[in-house]
């Protein structure tokens, strides 16, 4: 059988205040996001702690209508049977009582992961404190009560067993996962850039440990045994060790390392981004897990799945990462280390067997493969406990209408003006509509429909009064352009079009313009997210870095006082749920307005040209474009790089200054902001168009809109509502993805004329299955069934 909505995911770990990127956490984050793609149809929800931190990592989940606050209701809508899966059952907040209210019902699995019982194994080094032996021992006594455990080994299952009593029928092995992201290298030169970028004391030739820092790891150890190589060898092959350590243990490494003389030769990075770790893993010379004991031990694998030849202490799971005996080594014994680390250095036929390894076992660990065991294990699980319930005897003709359209409008210069503009027509088609802008707006010389006229903002309330509207669509974006509609919205209900989601820049705009009826910013923002730290909030805005980091929407507020919530897609639509729970039902997503009327014909310019479009904000990551560009340009002599938009001069200059050092700064061209008919040209005269985002606003790109429109082959990010495009119209590239991946996709487009035409058709019949009369029918009918609102306050 297979399981329709009746799993239930809780996420606490990704919400833990100082560990969202540690092991644990990125174990959930990565099982979560392999089950949504795996079995989407399994999934009924996916819990966060309403008291909790916001989530870093949740982009991947958003737009999906899972994500939901636990609550003593259950997160399913039916009668029958669910499994509730507590993913960090020893993180788990008020976990010293019980399980939530709903997940001791007798129609509920629960189901519980556990990733290794190390502080039952090792009490005198984690659980000196009485406090900790009484809180760990009331968790282990949950864990005792769940109907199925899973564990990330074989290992840890046998742990389970053994000193938790659990019914070996009910504990099962789903095994760990290894992001795609880390792979063998693709560009030798690449990798050792990034190296030499970040850690230019490393030198070619290095042995790599990288892991965590307390004492189980066996740092000393490795260290110990590293200091009993030869000199000359050391010399040759440095020891690089990646972990995140407090000041003091690093210099107690440090000592350590010059005590035995061995300093000139250890490299001690601390913590590093992905995107270096997985260079470091490419190209070590020999990678070395000295561990006493593991749950899993996913460096192990990652390097494994890096191509790196790995050799690692033969005890616990590294067992059954590394299965031949003879890669593995004692490690209690640095005399068994060191002859490990020598034959693994110069035996160049133990290192062709490291590297074979390697390599046969690169798709062993696989998430797909770990979602895929823990939906069979939970389905036959679940289909046990119906039948004990049933044996148990449970049973479980008219005037046009008028509307007022609340929205920047051209000449002001801004991407939802020129999306209002392009849906004014389609709006008078079926009603008269009045424009109305705000105070700092210019009048626009547009040509308008016969049936639309444009005003002032601030005499909306008394044109309502005179003869109300049938209909006040605000269209919301988190720009200085929109601040009118915060006191607008207050006195006069409507429907809200919203083009971010992420408000945080737009009460900074009316806090610091108009000032703010609910206190300050600070005190607007932590009412709405009480979790955001007061630190950041005080200076009156909010970073987009710090936005991004504590996830910082602030979108309640509009989204409770709009009659109706509309969104481009699912994706927004799940952060305004999120940020208005108990207005879900009034968030509904509506189609992104796209044309091909009066567009120039996509006639790409002779020779080879790349560009990327709109304004170009770091957020756009368009330094990863000029990286990925000068790799291209390598291959492809006389290639261009076009960057047209908006830019700030900083920007711009940091650029430059970065095409001028990979040797393309003649091949890159920033324009300045074009009127609409030449940026239409510029992009119909390249071959392919890079979109990216390092951070989704919850926005749809009408830079991406206009690239689909022209047929453009187009790359995106795979972040936000990105996601959303069909997979033939688009060619999304991950948003961790580093130089050589993009540049390997522009290669592709470039090279298969097929993929071209195929992307091309399929764009265009994209645009054209999501017209702006689409977009406009659709407003309309929400519009229209919220007609004639009251106004809320004397004009």
């Known amino acids: 059988m297979t399981l329709r909505r009746e799993l239930v995911l809780e996420l606490t770990a990704l919400q833990s205040p100082t560990d969202q990127e540690r092991g644990i956490a990125r174990y959930v984050l990565e099982h979560a996001a392999a089950l949504v793609d795996v079995a989407p149809e399994a999934l009924a929800g996916l819990m966060l702690d309403p008291g909790g931190v916001w989530p870093k990592t949740l982009d991947r989940f958003l737009g999906r209508d899972l994500l939901a606050w636990q609550s003593e209701r259950p997160p399913v809508d039916h009668d029958g049977v669910f499994a509730y899966h507590i993913t960090s059952p020893f993180e788990f907040r008020a976990l010293d009582v019980q399980w939530p209210h709903y997940a001791r019902s007798d129609r509920v699995l629960t189901v519980v992961t556990v990733y290794d019982l190390i502080p039952l194994l090792y009490p005198e080094q984690y659980l000196q404190a009485p406090e900790q032996r009484s809180r760990y021992a009331a968790r282990v006594a949950l864990i005792g009560q769940a109907d199925l455990i899973l564990t990330i080994s074989a290992a840890t299952a046998r742990d389970?067993?053994?000193?938790?009593?659990?019914?070996?029928?009910?504990?099962?092995?789903?095994?760990?996962?290894?992001?795609?992201?880390?792979?063998?290298?693709?560009?030798?030169?690449?990798?050792?850039?990034?190296?030499?970028?970040?850690?230019?004391?490393?030198?070619?030739?290095?042995?790599?440990?990288?892991?965590?820092?307390?004492?189980?790891?066996?740092?000393?150890?490795?260290?110990?045994?590293?200091?009993?190589?030869?000199?000359?060898?050391?010399?040759?092959?440095?020891?690089?060790?990646?972990?995140?350590?407090?000041?003091?243990?690093?210099?107690y490494y440090r000592a350590l390392a010059a005590n035995q003389g061995i300093l000139d030769d250890v490299v001690f990075t601390g913590q590093i981004a992905d995107l270096t770790l997985r260079s470091l893993y490419q190209t070590a010379h020999l990678f070395v897990f000295?561990?006493?004991?593991?749950?899993?031990?996913?460096p192990l694998a990652e390097a494994l799945r890096c191509g790196a030849p790995a050799i690692a202490a033969d005890s616990s799971s590294m067992r059954e990462i590394v299965s031949e005996p003879q890669h593995r080594f004692d490690p209690v014994d640095p005399l068994a280390m060191g002859r490990a680390l020598s034959r693994g250095l110069v035996d160049q036929a133990h290192r062709r067997e490291l590297t074979d390894y390697a390599a046969s076992r690169r798709d062993d660990f696989l998430w797909e493969h770990v979602a895929e065991r823990s939906i069979t294990a939970i389905d036959a699980a679940l289909e046990v406990h119906r039948r004990r319930r049933s044996m148990a005897g449970r049973s479980a003709h008219?005037?046009?209408?008028?509307?007022?359209?609340?929205?920047?409008?051209?000449?002001?210069?801004?991407?939802?003006?020129?999306?209002?503009?392009?849906?004014?027509?389609?709006?008078?088609?079926?009603?008269?509509?009045?424009?109305?802008?705000?105070?700092?707006?210019?009048?626009?010389?547009?040509?308008?429909?016969?049936?639309?006229?444009?005003?002032?903002?601030?005499?909306?309330?008394?044109?309502?009064?005179?003869?109300?509207?049938?209909?006040?669509?605000?269209?919301?974006?988190?720009?200085?352009?929109?601040?009118?509609?915060?006191?607008?919205?207050?006195?006069l209900p409507g429907i809200v079009l919203a083009h971010d989601v992420r408000l945080a820049g737009f009460y900074a705009y009316v806090a610091a313009r108009y000032g703010l009826t609910e206190g300050s910013f600070a005190d607007l923002a932590r009412?709405?997210?009480?979790?955001?730290?007061?630190?950041?909030?005080?200076?009156?805005?909010?970073?987009?870095?710090?936005?991004?980091?504590?996830?910082?929407?602030?979108?309640?507020?509009?989204?409770?006082?709009?009659?109706?919530?509309?969104?481009?897609?699912?994706?927004?639509?799940?952060?305004?749920?999120?940020?208005?729970?108990?207005?879900?039902?009034?968030?509904?997503?509506?189609?992104?307005?796209?044309?091909?009327?009066?567009?120039?014909?996509?006639?790409?310019?002779?020779?080879?040209?790349?560009?990327?479009?709109?304004?170009?904000?770091?957020?756009?990551?368009?330094?990863?474009?000029?990286?990925?560009?000068?790799?291209l340009a390598r291959e492809r002599p006389g290639a261009r790089l076009l960057v047209v938009g908006d830019i700030e001069a900083a920007h711009r200059e940091t650029l430059t200054a970065l095409a001028e050092q990979l040797g393309v700064a003649a091949e890159v061209e920033f324009t300045a902001r074009v009127d609409k008919q030449e940026y239409l040209e510029l992009i119909a005269s390249v071959h392919c168009a890079v979109q990216l985002r390092g951070i989704s606003n919850g926005e749809t790109s009408a830079a991406v809109a206009d690239c689909l429109s022209l047929g453009v082959p187009t790359i995106v990010s795979a972040l936000g509502s990105a996601l959303e495009y069909p997979d033939d119209v688009v060619l999304r590239l991950s948003a961790e993805a580093g130089p050589d991946e993009l540049s390997s996709a522009l290669l592709t487009i470039i090279d298969d004329e097929a993929l071209r035409q195929r992307l091309q058709q399929q764009a265009i019949r994209y645009v054209e299955q999501h017209s702006f009369r689409r977009a406009a029918d659709e407003l309309l009918a929400h519009l229209l069934a919220e007609r004639r609102p009251s106004l809320a306050a004397a004009s």
Do not use: W
Not at 290 to 298: A, K
Not at 447 to 455: G, I, K, S, T
């Open 527 to 631: 009412k709405l997210q009480p979790n955001i730290p007061e630190a950041v909030t005080a200076k009156g805005y909010v970073t987009q870095v710090e936005q991004h980091q504590h996830g910082v929407f602030l979108t309640g507020l509009v989204v409770r006082r709009a009659l109706r919530f509309l969104v481009h897609s699912h994706y927004a639509a799940e952060v305004a749920a999120l940020q208005a729970p108990e207005c879900r039902e009034n968030v509904t997503v509506v189609p992104f307005g796209m044309t091909r009327r009066g567009l120039p014909a996509a006639t790409p310019a002779p020779g080879l040209r790349v560009g990327t479009f709109g304004m170009a904000h770091p957020v756009k990551r368009i330094d990863l474009v000029v990286q990925a560009f000068a790799l």
């Open 160 to 251: 389970v067993v053994r000193e938790l009593g659990a019914d070996a029928r009910n504990v099962v092995n789903i095994g760990t996962g290894v992001p795609t992201y880390f792979h063998p290298v693709q560009n030798r030169a690449v990798a050792d850039a990034e190296i030499a970028a970040v850690l230019p004391s490393i030198r070619p030739g290095f042995v790599f440990y990288t892991g965590g820092d307390d004492f189980r790891k066996n740092i000393e150890g490795l260290l110990t045994a590293y200091g009993r190589l030869p000199p000359p060898l050391r010399h040759e092959h440095q020891l690089v060790i990646t972990c995140k350590v407090t000041p003091a243990r690093r210099d």
């Open 290 to 298: 000295p561990s006493l004991y593991e749950g899993f031990g996913l």
């Open 398 to 491: 008219e005037t046009l209408p008028r509307i007022a359209l609340v929205t920047p409008f051209p000449p002001q210069a801004s991407g939802v003006a020129d999306y209002s503009a392009a849906l004014l027509p389609e709006l008078c088609r079926r009603a008269d509509v009045d424009v109305f802008v705000g105070p700092a707006a210019a009048m626009t010389g547009l040509p308008l429909p016969q049936n639309a006229r444009v005003l002032r903002a601030e005499s909306l309330p008394f044109q309502h009064s005179l003869q109300p509207y049938d209909g006040v669509l605000y269209c919301m974006g988190n720009s200085e352009y929109h601040v009118q509609i915060h006191e607008l919205l207050q006195r």
